[in-house]
């Protein structure tokens, strides 16, 4: 089974911090994906990558940037935290393929930011 | 662009029955996927149903099973049978082509009574 992990499912951090969300996939995928969820918006994509050290702007990529130095890990990164982007982010990763694949999600981390 | 509507934020069915959730998308692509995904409480998301949309019959899987209405737009999830453990959200997602990028709907709640 694919197995996407992210590094944490609760985290707690202040205003003005950088803060790093790490996820891992372990089946060798080429696409890897950041989501945020709030209730009422559904999950919204922030970044994706289609390869290593590639990445695209997803819908809401203001306030965050991502680093994918490896094929396995997939980084979303938070300059200068602030409150509106306490939510529940989520991870995901599919293979490439002509067809479109179906995305793997990792348990999600629930940041909060005060 | 490429938009998912669901109209319905919260179901409830009844141990046993039918439920059917709504989903409506509009895209420029003429090839393109529609999916339906799980998330249940405090769990993983999980992949449901996968609809290719150049093909006319419904895809079916155990007790879920979708309507597609390709002129319409429409792509509604029916499960039967309903059982405890299918109470989660729901999303529908909408991939178009060969590209990666999932838009997904703001979900349905669906709650299964005793």
């Known amino acids: 089974d694919v197995k996407v992990t992210q590094s944490s499912r609760y985290l707690v951090k202040r205003t003005g911090e950088k803060v790093f969300l790490e996820c891992v996939q372990d089946?060798?995928?080429?696409?890897m994906f950041w989501y945020r969820q709030d209730p009422g918006l559904g999950l919204r994509l922030i970044y994706f990558?289609?390869?290593?050290?590639?990445?695209e702007k997803g819908d809401i990529p203001e306030g965050y940037s991502v680093s994918r130095e490896k094929k396995e890990r997939f980084s979303l990164i938070l300059e200068s935290a602030s409150t509106n982007q306490t939510s529940m982010y989520l991870c995901?990763?599919?293979?490439?393929?002509?067809?479109?694949?179906?995305?793997?999600f990792g348990d999600g981390t629930r940041l909060s930011i005060l | 662009a490429q938009t998912v509507t669901q109209s319905q934020p919260e179901m409830s069915v009844q141990e046993a029955e039918t439920v059917t959730l709504s989903c409506t998308y509009d895209?420029?692509?003429?090839?393109?996927?529609l999916f339906w995904y799980k998330q249940p409480p405090s769990r993983q998301m999980i992949l449901v149903i996968r609809?290719?949309?150049?093909?006319?019959q419904n895809a079916t899987e155990n007790r879920f099973s979708v309507n597609f209405q390709k002129a319409a737009k429409s792509f509604s999830l029916k499960i039967s049978d309903s059982q405890l453990g299918d109470a989660a959200m729901y999303f529908c997602?909408?991939?178009?082509?060969?590209?990666?990028?999932?838009?997904f709907g703001t979900g349905t709640r669906l709650q299964v009574t005793l």
């Open positions: 997602g909408l991939q178009g082509g060969t590209a990666s990028k999932l838009t």
């Open positions: 895209t420029s692509e003429s090839d393109y996927y």
């Open positions: 990558s289609y390869d290593v050290k590639m990445k």
């Open positions: 995901a990763s599919s293979s490439a393929g002509f067809r479109a694949q179906p995305q793997h």
């Open positions: 609809q290719e949309a150049y093909k006319q």
């Open positions: 089946m060798d995928h080429e696409n």
